[in-house]
């Protein structure tokens, strides 16, 4: 290769990041909203980079179609993936759980880093009803309504993403919407925060005194618990996971963690782990446990 064409491969290269750049924001978003993390979407927008890197764009003509295809692609994958390990069993060691979510990791350009308060705003924009549901939907009936309902894109586009006809794509989206609309709407503000503290008092309480019968009933009969020991599904397994957490029960004080209800765990008088939970009629559907300090650091908890 002669300098002339490294120098030519290196501006096209530029070139083709500058572009990605111009879209960056709203391939973020669709992944913020597939994923309901604003760490895991940076993890999908830096795949759809190495992915796009790698392509031959040049007869592409609609940049930012075929972008939102790639990253709906990689955020179906990391569903997939999500999903997978919900079948597997959650060792229910306290001292292990953290959680699941992967910390963000830059793009082609520098790349926001973690940010709560955009979790938070992504809560307000799309619910946090909404939010818990999407859990319960499949990866390709996820995609499907986000894409169309939340982003406009076409049905021939999303039965491109999930290798569905654009008949299909309309029925999966049309069962998301279905169930999206069923879902209980909360009450907001601080009533919403009040019964939401209540339910974790109960939680805790139990879990001090090892009452499985009492952790069922505040959990949600398709519960889920996020951690980095792996995913546990279901009232009977979090319950027995959470009657382990007995000892840390002590030391838990009720927090804000990332604007959501939860607790935060001191131990010599320094964070150990934060719990952040998500409702639905008054139960609780979904628990993401963090133990790593350096995810801690990065976490908005304010003790209440």
């Not at 309504?145 to 006809?165: I, K, Q, S």
């Not at 999206?180 to 001090?208: I, K, M, T, Y």
Request: charged share 25%; aromatic share 4%; hydrophobic share 45%.
């Amino acid at each position: 290769m002669t300098a002339d064409d490294s120098g030519f491969r290196d501006a096209e290269a530029d070139f083709l990041a500058q572009r990605f750049e111009t879209h960056r924001a709203r391939l973020r978003a669709v992944a913020h909203r597939m994923l309901g993390s604003s760490g895991e979407a940076e993890d999908a927008v830096q795949e759809a980079w190495f992915r796009v890197s790698r392509a031959d764009t040049a007869r592409v003509d609609n940049l930012g179609g075929w972008l939102t295809t790639v990253v709906g692609r990689v955020c179906l994958d990391m569903l997939r993936s999500r999903k997978s390990r919900a079948e597997q069993p959650l060792d229910t060691t306290a001292t292990t759980t953290a959680t699941a979510v992967a910390a963000g990791t830059p793009t082609p350009a520098t790349a926001a880093p973690f940010d709560p308060e955009q979790d938070a705003l992504l809560a307000d924009s799309v619910g946090v009803a909404l939010l818990v549901v999407l859990d319960t939907l499949t990866p390709a009936e996820r995609l499907a309504f986000v894409l169309h309902d939340l982003f406009g894109v076409p049905y021939e586009e999303v039965g491109a993403v999930v290798d569905r006809t654009p008949a299909a794509a309309r029925q999966l989206a049309s069962r998301a919407r279905r169930r999206v609309r069923s879902a209980d709407v909360p009450e907001s503000g601080p009533a919403r925060q009040r019964r939401q503290r209540q339910v974790v008092d109960a939680f805790l309480a139990a879990a001090r005194d090892g009452d499985f019968d009492g952790l069922l009933d505040v959990l949600d009969p398709d519960v889920i618990a996020r951690s980095e020991a792996g995913v546990a599904t279901g009232a009977a397994a979090v319950a027995r996971g959470a009657a382990s957490f007995g000892p840390l029960a002590e030391v838990a004080r009720p927090a804000l963690v990332d604007g959501a209800t939860g607790v935060l765990v001191l131990v010599g008088g320094r964070p150990e782990r934060a719990l952040k939970f998500a409702f639905v009629r008054d139960r609780i559907t979904v628990i993401d446990i963090v133990t790593d300090p350096a995810r801690l650091s990065r976490l908005d908890v304010r003790p209440e």
